[in-house]
């Protein structure tokens, strides 16, 4: 009930429900094809099974580990495997990518009601409904929904979520936020920084009274951690040890050139913000004559409207929005591979559900509203091109 109170404004549920289901139909026509990359449905299926990871090792899925006497394990965390679980019960044969289209659905409508939530009509809430579902590398991870895709697409979808849920006046939204940051944590590791996102964001609103401030963050750890106590657990059973170190375990990676200085490095960053910024599409001989490389592609090809957001939180110094978005880049542009195989800059998605909120916090003029239209078209074909890409094996390196 509380829910649906936060996001119950005139015949909004109803819109977003359509927004949902026409996005969901929309993918399922333009890439009607399923990832082989499949490691979260063959967990889940284990899950049921009463394994904690796989039976076989089918030689196409790279990234499992071998323990003695558990299995061959999946590297990644497990919220995808276990949102996955009720559809596999159902259906044993049901299709990775087809989550992933459900949860692309999904985050179109919570997009709308977000954009409802900071009282924009139901126009502007749709546009920028659009402009997240089809304007951004959000599109083409959610068509393929192989393994990091798909963890991204559900770790994006519930850092949405928690946006959408949370109100700092009302303590009861923070239980609910920090399970859905916890479920976002436990699909993209990197998303556990938006826990601190809002612990600034209630010593912001409570900073002149601790008992709130205590019990806010109390609310908020109470929805947090039994998921992340889940995770840790599970990690226990399979590594005997409480971190997320599957990849250490698969052999051989860390002596490949991108981690010779160790997993996380600053000395990444350049190559990454080369990627983000800089990288262009490849051109062939043959058609569609211009193509992405596998390697990365820049952000102002990509989706160079969320540039107005930027600028946006910039000048109304929306310093939670923006230092959360500086620490979880610092961490990712740290790393040693820099995404790939990809399109476009798939690190930076991690971000983008906080970067989105700067088209909330301004009154849009005319100016702007041509300019975002222009840049969003261009969005739009631009991330066309991506699904495409991958439908049709358009990328070279």
């Known amino acids: 009930m509380e829910l649906v109170s936060l996001l119950k404004v005139g015949g909004s549920i109803k819109v977003a429900i359509l927004i949902g289901v026409v996005s969901f139909l929309i993918l399922q026509l333009l890439f ?50 276990l949102l996955l679980l ?3 019960a159902l259906s044993p044969q049901f299709s990775q990518t087809l989550g992933a289209h459900i949860f692309f659905g999904l985050s179109s409508a919570i997009v709308y009601l977000l954009f409802r939530r900071y009282k924009k009509n139901h126009v502007e809430s749709i546009i920028f409904s659009l402009a997240w579902s089809f304007g951004t590398i959000f599109l083409s991870m959610s068509a393929v929904g192989s393994s990091w895709y798909i963890a991204q697409t559900i770790g994006a979808c519930f850092a949405l979520l928690s946006l959408l849920v949370f109100d700092e006046k009302k303590p009861r939204s923070f239980l609910l936020t920090g399970i859905c940051i916890s479920i976002a944590a436990i699909s993209r590791l990197p998303l556990h920084l938006y826990v601190l996102y809002f612990c600034i964001r209630l010593l912001w609103q409570y900073k002149k009274n601790w008992k709130k401030l205590l019990l806010g963050v109390a609310l908020l750890a109470l929805g947090f951690i039994p998921l992340f106590t889940i995770q840790r657990l599970y990690n226990f059973a399979r590594y005997k040890t409480f971190g997320d170190l599957g ?65 946006s939180l910039l000048r109304k110094k929306r310093w939670p929005e923006l230092a959360t978005i500086g620490l979880i880049m610092l961490l990712e542009m740290s790393h040693g591979t820099v995404g790939f195989a990809q399109f476009g800059y798939r690190f930076a998605l991690d971000v983008y559900p906080l970067l989105f909120l700067g088209f909330t916090v301004e009154k849009k003029t005319k100016r702007f509203w041509i300019l975002f239209g222009v840049l969003l078209l261009f969005s739009v074909i631009v991330n066309l091109w991506g699904l495409l890409a991958f439908r049709n094996d358009w990328f070279i390196w």
């Open 32 to 81: 009607p094809t399923s990832s082989p990359y499949d490691y979260y449905t063959r967990l889940s299926s284990a899950f049921l099974s009463g394994r904690i990871c796989l039976a076989d090792n089918p030689p196409w899925l790279n990234e499992l580990v071998t323990i003695p006497n558990v299995g061959y394990c999946v590297v990644y965390p497990i919220a995808p495997a």
């Open 86 to 88: 009720p559809f596999v």
């Open 247 to 311: 990849y250490y375990l698969i052999p051989g990676k860390f002596n490949e050139e991108d981690f010779k200085d160790g997993e996380f490095n600053i000395k990444n960053i350049p190559k990454h913000a080369e990627v983000l910024f800089t990288k262009l599409p490849k051109k062939i001989d043959t058609f569609p004559y211009i193509v992405p490389s596998h390697y990365g592609l820049s952000i102002f090809i990509t989706s160079p409207f969320l540039i107005l957001a930027f600028l």
